[in-house]
């Protein structure tokens, strides 16, 4: 078996206890260390070569969102998923920017937390419902992009809408008078093309191309 290395990074010590007691339950997850301040940050990160840190940089004084975004210059392998209480929407935006590829909230439930930390170890963005209304509102993108957009052709623009809407491969079959194969192979041109890598980033590519509308 294959374990997951993890880091916790996080100021609040009930916060990590519970966070390390909660994943040591599963057998393929070892957490390595717990640190509280950006200079332990990146030296436990040389030292341990973690496949995840899990953090929060709500604590002003500990860990920064600076100190997250420099992880990728020092430990381009390791990925980063954000566990914060941050309630300001132009703060959670400006820490997505910076190179972490899931954002969940304290609120979440276990098995949120768990399909956060498996998605973010494969290379998957993964964002609670929380961040993603608020993507949604500020758009990282305002304009499409004609790059992204000239990929597609006018029926796989139409799938993505659908996909990012929520339509299963089955309904969007009826709703298009397609075959579920059909359904499939468009599914896999418009995976390859705009790079998908998890449900999460059809919302987001069709949020950047302005095929759904923010909230």
Known sequence: MTQIKILLADTQALTSAGMRYFLNEKPDLFIVDHVESGAQLQAQIRQHNPDIVIADYDSPGYISKDDLAAIKNYSPETKVLVISSDGDKKSILETLQAGVIGYITKHCSQKEILTAVYSVAKGEKFYCHTVLDIIMEKHFSPEPSESVSGL???????????????????????ELHLSPHTIHTHRKSIIKKLKIKSPTEYVIRAIELRLINSR
């Open 152 to 174: 597609l052709t006018a029926r796989e623009t139409e799938i993505l809408k659908l996909l990012a809407s929520g339509y299963s491969t089955k309904k969007l079959a009826d």
